[in-house]
């Protein structure tokens, strides 16, 4: 566990959208487990665009998904909103989330400075690379040097699918950062017959690692259900993951 975290190696991060409550999210853990998943997903504070839409289980969320992680030996990632709820998040989730519409909180990513966990920080929705790590930057010269940048698509001209994957970001981004960089295709499709093709393009474009939204019953999440795939899925998009990193490697060589 503190390898994977200390000095990222290539990591599937898989989980439900938004935590539901424990008994869902333990058996769709377990079943993970089952396929090789290290790294256990899930939101509890949901920062939707409608008022009206469910919010996530908020402290109580956080709660289960520490509970599920310990009881299966998984490490937790999940994403923190607010400055208030760093030091608890930190206390009780291995890995912290900065969301695409917190890219810009700098009090936020100063906070997130200060803890020793790694931070996943995903790219505004219309931010630039530069933009991106100087956001990253900020979480850094506060004092925590592990960050972990992930692309989930940014916004363009095209409504066919949620958003734009940017497949040049993880070159770039490593070139420019050295940072990890990984992929969240789910985000970018939207729709979860476009999630396998991202994915693998992704690894085969040289991505750290994929953040893949899956649950076992996926039509019947609350949040996000359309993005959503069955473990089955992921489990063969993980069978494709070391012939493709094999691949380009040879084309970097
Ligand atoms: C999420 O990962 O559940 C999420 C809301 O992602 P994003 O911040 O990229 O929209
Ligand atoms: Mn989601």
Redesign the pocket.
């Known amino acids: 566990m503190e390898n994977i975290i200390d000095k990222w190696s290539f990591g599937v991060i898989a989980g439900p959208?938004?935590i539901e409550a424990y008994e869902p999210l333990y058996a769709t853990a377990l079943e993970l487990k089952k396929r090789g998943i290290k790294m256990l997903?899930g939101?509890a504070y949901?920062?939707r665009t409608s008022v009206h839409s469910f919010r996530g289980l908020g402290d109580a969320g956080i709660h289960h998904l520490s509970k599920v992680g310990k009881d299966l030996g998984l490490i937790t990632v999940s994403?923190c909103t607010q400055i208030d709820k760093v030091e608890f998040m930190a206390q009780n989730i291995d890995i912290l989330?900065v969301?695409?519409?917190n890219m810009h909180n700098y009090p936020l990513l100063e906070r997130l400075g200060k803890i020793g966990a790694p931070v996943i920080l995903?790219r505004g929705i219309a931010s630039t690379y530069d933009e991106w790590l100087a956001a990253a930057e900020y979480i850094m010269e506060s004092g925590n040097e592990r960050v972990i940048l992930?692309e989930?698509?940014i916004r363009t001209f095209e409504p066919e699918t949620r958003y734009t994957l940017d497949i040049s970001a993880i070159s770039v981004m490593k070139k420019k950062s050295g940072l990890p960089v990984i992929i969240?295709p789910?985000?970018a499709a939207g729709s979860r017959y476009l999630v396998p093709s991202l994915a693998l393009a992704a690894v085969a474009a040289g991505a750290d690692g994929l953040?893949i939204?899956c649950q076992i019953n996926p039509c019947e999440s609350i949040?996000?259900a359309s993005q959503t795939i069955e473990p089955e899925m992921l489990s063969r998009i993980m069978e494709c993951v070391p012939h493709l990193q094999q691949e380009y490697l040879k084309i970097l060589s």
Do not use: P, Q, Y
């Open positions: 959208c938004s997903r939101g949901k920062l994403e989330v969301g695409t519409r995903k992930c989930r698509g969240d789910s985000h953040m939204e949040c996000d």
